[in-house]
């Protein structure tokens, strides 16, 4: 009993098992910034990845800001962080997240937006 109330905990509380055999997602990347820490966010434009954590890939979820985010970079640069915060939304999720035309940038220089531009579209 314990385990199967562990296994549907998430769904009561409202939220959704991550990678739980569905096709794959995409949704729009309404906003990315870079915060007064240095932090890198990506907010997507409806999903929401609470449980983003375990993909272990150092990257988090915000609910307050509706938000994923990485640590302050040490050794990588913004645009592997970047690129990490993909990944871990598509391997945890199966939500493959899309800059547009209307995505807002805060505090991100324009190199550094076509940088983050070309690590999804060359993959």
Not at 40 to 47: F, I, R
């Amino acid at each position: 009993m314990a385990l199967l109330s562990f296994a549907i905990a998430p769904i009561l509380m409202g939220g959704i098992i991550p990678n739980a055999g569905t096709e794959m997602r995409s949704d729009e990347i309404e906003a990315v910034g870079i915060d007064g820490d240095g932090s890198l966010w990506v907010k997507p434009a409806s999903c929401t990845f609470p449980f983003i954590y375990r993909a272990a890939m150092e990257v988090n979820w915000d609910d307050g800001r509706q938000c994923l985010y990485a640590p302050k970079p040490r050794e990588w640069s913004y645009s592997k962080w970047f690129r990490q915060i993909i990944d871990a939304a598509r391997s945890e999720y199966g939500t493959e997240l899309r800059i547009v035309p209307t995505t807002s940038w805060s505090n991100v220089e324009v190199s550094l937006r076509r940088e983050f531009s070309a690590s999804i579209d060359g993959g």
